[in-house]
C-alpha cells in the first residue's frame, strides 16, 4: 500500500515538473520576443479561469477535442493509430453541413439536429474506416493513411465552399450560408455553453463503460495487445478493428458537428482549428484512458484560449500556442516513467535460463 | 561413421589450462544463479558442460563471454587472472561464442555479417578485401560458406556455420557453443562435430554447452556437470563414468517413468484430426506443405519430427485452421474446417500450444485470468459484459487439476518469466476437454520436473480420448511418446514410423533425406 | 513551354525540396526511427534558412543553419523515443507541433520581407539543350546540390561502413550491440541527420522555390516524404524518382490552370495525396518486406 502511494506521489511529482519545465522553457522563448511571461502567464490566467465567459469558451472549444481525443483513444486501445482526426472531423462537418444545406427549413430542428448527428457520425466513421480497410486488405499502415487523408478532406471542403456550396449571397467569402437558428445546439442554461458539450461528456462515459466493462473492450484490448494471439483465440481481428476506427472516426464525425452546429454555423476554410491534432496530443497526454482523455482536452482547450489572450495582451501569433503544447508534450512523453523498467541491457536478457 | 559408436579421442594436451574459473558466484537477486563455481579448459580440448534447463550452464558461459558480472570469484586465462567485464574484452582475450539464437542479422549478407564483427576501421567498406579473408578463412578451418548470400536465405545449419566462422575470424582461441545442436538433425549434429574436430586438431578449444548425454559422449574430451547453480562433476572423464551416474548428476533426482501401458486409440469413434492431400503455402509465399495425408484416431498420439523449417509450423497452423489451404481437406472432429479459420476449428474441439507462445498466444498487459477467460469468451459471457467470478473459479480448478503451479490470476503476463506464460498456455490448453490438442514443443523452457508433467499430461488427454498431436525437435521425447511419428521434409510426409519398429537414425534419415 | 517539359521542370522544382527531406526519413528509417515530425524539421529549416539569409545576405550560410534547426528538432524526437521510450509516432507529431508554434511565433517577423535568395543558375551549354536544359540544368545550386544527394546517400547506405553499423541498427540491434557498437548512438545520428536534410529540404522551399516565408508554407511535404520512403522501399535512388513523381504532381495543377483547362484548383491539389496513398495501396504488400525490421514493430502488427 505504502509502496503504491509512494509511487503515485512520485508519479504525481514528476507530472508537476514536467508541466513546470513546459511553462519556463514557453516562457523563455516569449523573453525572446521581447513579452514579460510572468504578466503574460497572469493574463492567460485571468482570461481563462478567472472568467466566466472564458471557461464557457473552453468548453465550447473542448467539447470536439473530447470527441477527438476519444477518436484516437478507442482506435488505440486495439493497437492502431488514428492520425486522421483532422480529417474526420471535418466530414463531420462537412456531412452536417451538407444536411444542413439540404434540409434547412425542412425538417424541426430538434430533428435536424439528430440527422446532422447521424450524417456527421457516418461521415467520419467511413473516413476512418477506409484507413482500416486498407490496412487489412493492402497492409498500409494507417497513421500513413490517415494523414494523407486529412489533406485529401481539407481539399474536399475547400472545394465545396468554394464553388458549389458557396453561399451567393454572401459577402463574397468562401463560406456556406449560416445554419437555420432552429437548428444550432441549443445552450445550457443561462451560459454561453452549447449542448454539444453534453454530447461529449455522455460520449465519454459511455466510451469508458463499453471499453472497461464490454466483451467488445476486452476484445479491443486483446487485438491492441497482440493481434496474432487474438487471431488464435477465434477472435474476428477484422472486424474489431474496422469496428474500433468505425466508432473512433464517428467520434471524431460527432466532433465536426458539433463545431459546426454549436460554434460556427457555417462551413468555411481554417474551421477546425487542428482539432484533430490536438485531440491526438490530447489522447496521448492521457494514455488513452477516456476519462483522461477528457480531461486533458479540456487542458489544451484551455491552453488554447489563454492564446487568444497572447495574441490581445502580448502581440504573439495565436499559433504561438502551439509551442506550449508541443513543451507540455515533450516534458510529458519525456519525464521519467514510474513503471518499472524492463530488465533488459542492450537486447541481452540479464536473467539466464 | 555413427554419432553413438564415435571413439573418444584422449585430451590432446595436458598441463596448464586455457581458462580457470575459480570460486565464480553470481546472483540475480534472490536467485543464485552460479554458486562457487570451478572450471577449466585445456588448449586443444572439446569440453561438454551438461546440466538441465536452468542449471546455469548459460550463466557460466556469459560470465565467462563477459555478458555477466560475477559477484565474486577469480578468471584466469592463458595462465593470468583476467577481468572480462564486456563481451569485447573476452573477444580481445580470443573468447567468442556462439550463441542459440544466432548474432545474425538476416537483412545482411554474410560479408556484411562478419563486417559487424570484426574490428574494422574507416569509412569505407573494402567488401573485395572481406570477401577474400573470409574465403581464405572459410578453407582455412573447413568452414565453407558463400560470403556474398543473404543470411535470410540461409538454412539454420548454415547460419551457424557463419557464426562460428564470425568467431574464429575475430581471433578467438575459446569457442563457446550454446545449445548448439537443438535446431539441427542429427546427420547435421554430425557435420558440426566433424567441424569442431577440426578446429580441435589446431589446438583451438571448444566448450559446448548441451543436456544431451549423447552428444556429450560423442565429441567432448571431457564433461562438466551443473546442477542447481553448483558445479557437481567437474572436466571428468566421460569413459569413467556411465549414463546412469551422469544422468543422476544432471538431474540430482530420479524422473518417474512414463505409463508403460496406454489404453489403445479408438479407432471406431470419429478420428479426432483428418487431414486429406492438405497443401499450403508459408509466409513468403512459397509451397510449404505439399499432400499431406494424416489421420489421428481419438485416443491417440502422433509425433512429427523434422529439421526445423520443414513444414512443422505450417503443419500446425492447418490443423487448428490458422492457415489458408493451398488444397485438400482439414476436418476436426468430424468438422470440415473449410474456410471457417480458427472459429470453426475452436468450436469443433481444437486447442493448441503454440511454438512461440509469447508471440502468438499471450497479451502481455493482460492479467493470468483474462488469458483464461480468452480461451473460452462464449462460455463466460454475460449479456455484454464478462462473469469474472466465473472465470476465476474456473480457474483454479484447472490449475488443481494439471498441478503445473501457474502463477496467480491477478498477475500480469508481462512481468513472467518464459517458463511460467509456458504453464498457462499449457495449463489453458491440456486442462480443456478438447477433442484435439496441438502441441509444438511443448516442453521447450521448462525444467525436467514440469517437462515430464506436460508429457503426462499429454498422454492423460490422449488417454480420455483426446486425439493428440505432438511436434517436437526431440526424437527421444518423440519415441517415448508416440503412437506413430510423422517425419516431415521438404513440406511433404517423408515417411509414418511407429517407435518400437525404428530407432533415432531411422528417423534422422528421413528428416534429412526425405521418402526413399 | 509545351506542357510535358512545363510538368518536368515543375517536377525537378517542386521535388526538390521532397527529395532532401525523404532522403533523411530513409536515413532515419533504415536505422529504425520513423520521424513523422519530418514536416516540422522542414518548416524550422525553412524558416532559420530564411531569417538567416535575411540577416547575413547569404542563402549557403541560411541552408547552413536550416540544416542545424532541422537537426535540432529531430533531436528532440530522438530523445523521446530513444531515450524515453515514447512512441515514435506520437512523438513525431509532437514535434511537428513543435515546430509549427515556432515557426509561427518567430515567423511573423518575416512574412512579406525579401531576401537575397537563391537564383536560378544555368549551367552553361547544357542548359541550352532544348527540354533538357529546362528540366535539368536551369536551375538553383541547391538543386544541382540534390542531384549528388541521392547517390551519395545510397553510397554512405550500401558502400561505407559507417552505413553498414546504421543499416544493422536499424534491423536487429541487438546484433551490433553484441560487437561493441552503440546502437543507441548509432540511431541518434540517424535521426539528427535526417532531420538536418529535412532542414535543408524546408531552406531549399523558403530560399530557393518560394523566395518567402510564410506560415504553415511545407503544406504537407513533410508527410508526401514520409509516405514516399515507404513507397521507395526505404532505398534512397527510388527516393530521388519518388519526389520527382511528386514534385510533376504538385507542378500540374497550376500548368493546366495556366491552360485555362476548368479543373478545380482543390480538386488537383488534392492529387498527390491521393496518388501517394494509391501507390501504397498497389504496393503495400510488395513493399512491406522490405523494411527495416526494427521498424516493422512500429508498422504493422502481426497477422493482419
Known amino acids: 500500500m505504502n509502496l503504491d502511494a509512494a509511487r503515485l506521489a512520485r508519479g504525481a511529482g514528476r507530472l508537476a515538473l514536467a508541466y513546470a519545465a513546459a511553462l519556463v522553457l514557453f516562457g523563455a522563448f516569449v523573453v525572446t520576443k521581447g513579452a514579460n511571461p510572468i504578466q503574460m502567464y497572469g493574463d492567460m490566467w485571468r482570461s481563462t479561469v478567472l472568467n466566466g465567459t472564458s471557461i464557457g469558451q473552453v468548453l465550447v472549444k473542448a467539447s470536439p477535442l473530447i470527441l477527438a481525443g476519444l477518436a484516437v483513444a478507442v482506435p488505440a486501445k486495439a493497437g492502431l493509430v488514428n492520425v486522421g482526426g483532422e480529417g474526420q472531423v471535418i466530414m463531420g462537418a462537412v456531412a452536417a453541413g451538407g444536411v444542413a444545406l439540404a434540409l434547412d427549413g425542412t425538417l424541426p430542428g430538434g430533428v435536424m439536429v439528430v440527422v446532422m448527428m447521424l450524417a456527421a457520425a457516418t461521415a467520419g466513421g467511413l473516413w476512418a474506416g477506409l484507413a482500416a480497410v486498407l490496412r487489412l486488405t493492402v497492409r498500409v499502415n494507417e497513421a500513413i493513411t490517415t494523414l494523407l487523408l486529412n489533406y485529401v478532406a481539407i481539399d474536399l471542403l475547400l472545394y465545396l465552399i468554394y464553388q458549389p456550396w458557396k453561399d451567393k449571397f454572401g459577402s463574397g467569402q468562401p463560406a456556406t450560408r449560416a445554419l437555420a437558428v432552429a437548428a444550432r445546439l441549443p445552450l445550457i442554461g443561462t451560459s454561453k455553453v452549447h449542448a454539444g458539450f453534453v454530447i461529449a461528456v455522455v460520449a465519454t462515459a459511455v466510451i469508458f463503460a463499453l471499453l472497461r466493462w464490454t466483451s467488445w473492450g476486452f476484445r479491443l484490448r486483446v487485438v491492441g495487445g497482440n493481434a496474432e494471439a487474438a487471431r488464435r483465440a477465434g477472435l474476428p481481428v477484422s472486424a474489431l478493428l474496422i469496428s474500433a476506427m468505425v466508432v473512433g472516426g464517428a467520434l471524431a464525425g460527432l466532433g465536426g458537428m458539433v463545431h459546426f452546429a454549436g460554434a460556427e454555423f457555417k462551413l468555411r476554410p481554417g474551421m477546425t482549428l487542428n482539432f484533430g491534432y490536438i485531440a491526438f496530443l490530447a489522447a496521448w497526454l492521457a494514455r488513452h484512458d477516456p476519462l483522461k482523455v477528457a480531461g486533458a482536452a479540456v487542458l489544451l482547450a484551455l491552453i488554447a484560449i489563454g492564446g487568444d489572450s497572447l495574441q490581445l495582451d502580448s502581440g504573439l501569433p495565436a499559433a504561438a500556442v502551439n509551442v506550449l503544447m508541443g513543451l507540455v508534450l515533450v516534458a510529458v512523453m519525456g519525464r521519467g516513467q514510474t513503471t518499472r523498467r524492463s530488465p533488459k541491457v542492450a537486447g541481452i536478457p540479464a536473467v539466464a535460463s | ?516 | 513551354m509545351i506542357l510535358p517539359v512545363e510538368v518536368m521542370v515543375g517536377a525537378v522544382r517542386g521535388g526538390t525540396s521532397i527529395l532532401y527531406a525523404a532522403l533523411g526519413e530513409t536515413v532515419s528509417e533504415r536505422a529504425g526511427v520513423i520521424n513523422l515530425g519530418t514536416e516540422g524539421c522542414m518548416l524550422v529549416g525553412a524558416l532559420t534558412g530564411y531569417a538567416v539569409t535575411a540577416s547575413t545576405g547569404n542563402p549557403w550560410v541560411g541552408v547552413l543553419a536550416g540544416a542545424v534547426a532541422g537537426g535540432l528538432l529531430a533531436l528532440v524526437h530522438a530523445i523521446l523515443v530513444l531515450s524515453r521510450g515514447a512512441n515514435q509516432l506520437a512523438t513525431g507529431l509532437v514535434v511537428l507541433f513543435l515546430g509549427l508554434g515556432l515557426t509561427s511565433l518567430f515567423g511573423a517577423a518575416y512574412v512579406g520581407r525579401s531576401i537575397n535568395a537563391f537564383k536560378p543558375v544555368g549551367i552553361p551549354g547544357l542548359s541550352s539543350i532544348p527540354g533538357v536544359g529546362d528540366v535539368l540544368f536551369n536551375h538553383d545550386p541547391l538543386t544541382y546540390l540534390s542531384y549528388l544527394a541521392g547517390p551519395a546517400v545510397w553510397w554512405l547506405l550500401y558502400r561505407s561502413r559507417p552505413g553498414l553499423i546504421l543499416r544493422a541498427a536499424g534491423e536487429r540491434q541487438e546484433v551490433l550491440a553484441a560487437y561493441g557498437h552503440s546502437p543507441l548512438r548509432v540511431r541518434y545520428l540517424a535521426v539528427v541527420a535526417g532531420g538536418a536534410l529535412a532542414g535543408i529540404g524546408g531552406a531549399q522551399l523558403s530560399t530557393a522555390y518560394a523566395n518567402a516565408w510564410f506560415e504553415n508554407m511545407t503544406q504537407g511535404r513533410g508527410f508526401i516524404a514520409v509516405a514516399l520512403v515507404i513507397f521507395a522501399a526505404w532505398h534512397p535512388i527510388r527516393a530521388v524518382w519518388g519526389a520527382y513523381l511528386f514534385g510533376a504532381a504538385l507542378a500540374l495543377s497550376p500548368a493546366l490552370q495556366a491552360r485555362g483547362y476548368g479543373f478545380n484548383q482543390f480538386a488537383l491539389d488534392a492529387i498527390p495525396y491521393v496518388v501517394t496513398i494509391g501507390v501504397l495501396v498497389f504496393l503495400g504488400r510488395r513493399r512491406a518486406h522490405a523494411a527495416p525490421e526494427g521498424l516493422r514493430k512500429v508498422f504493422e502488427m502481426s497477422g493482419t
Open chain 2, 1 to 516: 561413421m555413427s554419432l553413438l559408436t564415435e571413439e573418444v579421442a584422449a585430451p590432446t594436451i595436458e598441463g596448464e589450462p586455457l581458462l580457470a574459473v575459480r570460486d565464480l558466484t553470481v546472483r540475480f537477486g534472490e536467485v543464485v544463479a552460479n554458486d562457487s563455481v570451478n572450471f577449466e579448459v585445456r588448449a586443444g580440448e572439446v569440453h561438454a558442460l551438461l546440466g538441465e534447463n536452468g542449471a546455469g550452464k548459460s550463466t557460466l558461459m556469459k560470465l565467462i563471454y563477459g555478458v555477466n558480472k560475477p559477484d565474486s570469484g577469480e578468471l584466469h586465462f592463458g595462465g593470468s587472472p583476467v577481468r572480462i567485464d564486456s563481451p569485447a574484452a573476452a573477444r580481445r582475450l580470443g573468447i567468442g561464442m556462439v550463441f542459440q539464437d544466432l548474432r545474425l542479422v538476416p537483412a545482411l549478407t554474410v560479408a556484411e555479417n562478419v563486417a559487424l564483427a570484426l574490428p574494422l576501421k574507416g569509412i569505407r567498406l573494402d567488401r573485395a578485401g572481406l570477401v577474400r579473408r573470409i574465403e581464405e578463412a572459410a578453407d582455412h578451418f573447413g568452414l565453407a560458406c558463400d560470403p556474398s548470400a543473404l543470411v535470410r536465405h540461409l538454412s539454420i545449419g548454415e547460419r551457424q556455420r557463419v557464426e562460428i566462422l564470425k568467431v574464429l575470424m575475430a581471433g578467438a582461441k575459446l569457442v563457446i557453443l550454446d545449445e548448439p545442436t537443438s535446431v539441427l538433425a542429427p546427420q547435421e549434429v554430425d557435420a558440426l562435430f566433424a567441424g569442431l574436430r577440426q578446429l580441435r586438431a589446431r589446438g583451438l578449444s571448444v566448450v559446448i554447452i548441451t543436456h544431451k548425454l549423447h552428444e556429450a559422449r560423442a565429441i567432448a574430451d571431457r564433461v562438466s556437470v551443473l546442477r542447481g547453480g553448483k558445479m557437481v562433476l567437474v572436466a571428468a572423464d566421460p569413459t569413467a563414468h556411465d549414463d546412469r551416474s551422469l544422468i543422476e548428476a544432471m538431474v540430482g533426482r530420479t524422473v518417474p517413468a512414463l505409463p508403460a501401458t496406454r489404453p489403445s486409440p479408438r479407432a471406431a469413434a470419429t478420428p479426432a484430426l483428418e487431414l486429406h492431400g492438405v497443401s499450403a503455402n508459408g509466409d513468403g509465399g512459397h509451397l510449404a506443405l505439399q499432400d499431406v495425408d494424416l489421420v489421428i484416431a481419438s485416443g491417440e498420439l502422433v509425433g512429427v519430427a523434422g529439421v526445423s523449417g520443414n513444414g512443422q509450423r505450417e503443419l500446425y497452423e492447418v490443423a487448428l485452421g490458422l492457415r489458408e489451404l493451398a488444397g485438400g481437406r482439414v476436418v476436426v472432429a468430424g468438422t470440415d474446417l473449410s474456410g471457417g479459420g480458427p472459429r470453426a476449428a475452436i468450436e469443433a474441439g481444437g486447442v493448441g500450444i503454440p511454438e512461440d507462445p509469447v508471440a502468438d498466444a499471450v497479451v502481455p498487459g493482460l492479467s493470468v485470468a483474462e488469458h483464461m477467460a480468452l480461451a473460452d469468451l462464449k462460455s463466460v459471457r454475460r449479456g455484454f459484459g464478462i462473469d469474472w467470478a466465473k472465470v476465476r473459479s474456473r480457474l483454479a480448478g484447472l490449475d488443481e487439476q494439471t498441478g503445473l503451479r501457474m502463477a496467480g490470476a491477478g498477475r500480469k503476463v508481462a512481468d513472467l518469466s518464459g517458463g511460467n506464460i509456458q504453464r498457462v498456455i499449457l495449463t489453458r490448453a491440456l486442462g480443456s476437454d478438447a477433442r484435439l490438442v496441438v502441441a509444438a514443443y511443448p516442453s521447450r523452457g521448462l525444467d525436467v520436473a514440469t517437462t515430464r508433467r506436460t508429457q503426462e499430461l499429454l498422454l492423460e488427454r490422449r488417454a480420455a480420448g483426446a486425439g493428440v498431436l505432438v511436434i517436437s525437435e526431440d526424437v527421444d521425447e518423440l519415441l517415448e511418446l508416440s503412437d506413430r511419428i510423422l517425419v516431415l521434409h521438404a513440406g511433404r510426409v517423408a515417411g509414418i514410423v511407429r517407435p518400437g519398429e525404428a530407432d533415432r537414425y531411422d528417423i534422422g534419415e528421413l528428416m534429412l533425406q526425405g521418402a526413399k
